[in-house]
């Protein structure tokens, strides 16, 4: 029963994990959206430069984002206890 409890206590950790990796990115891409308008708008000449750096740094917030889902599936299906989760599921 303890490896029950374990899983499900990792499923509510990688739940939160996503949630505020989502939230925290999505504020992370709108600040750095809105600079490079803000800059686009004072510096039209420079768009090119402005679009593609914004477009790298988007991406890189993103990953981060992407890493934390890396984790949340490693905690939900690469624990110890996976073999008598599995046992107490019905499973092999």
């Known amino acids: 029963m303890e490896a029950l409890q374990f899983f499900v206590a990792c499923a509510w950790a990688a739940g939160i994990a996503i949630g505020v990796a989502a939230f925290g990115c999505g504020i992370g891409q709108g600040m750095g959206l809105r600079g490079a308008v803000e800059g686009i708008a004072r510096n039209p000449e420079s768009s090119g430069k402005v679009t593609v750096t914004m477009l790298i740094g988007l991406a890189m917030i993103e990953s981060l984002c992407i890493y934390a889902l890396v984790v949340a599936l490693i905690l ?11 046992g107490l599921l019905g499973g092999h």
């Open 76 to 86: 939900i299906y690469a624990h110890p206890q996976a073999a008598q989760i599995a």
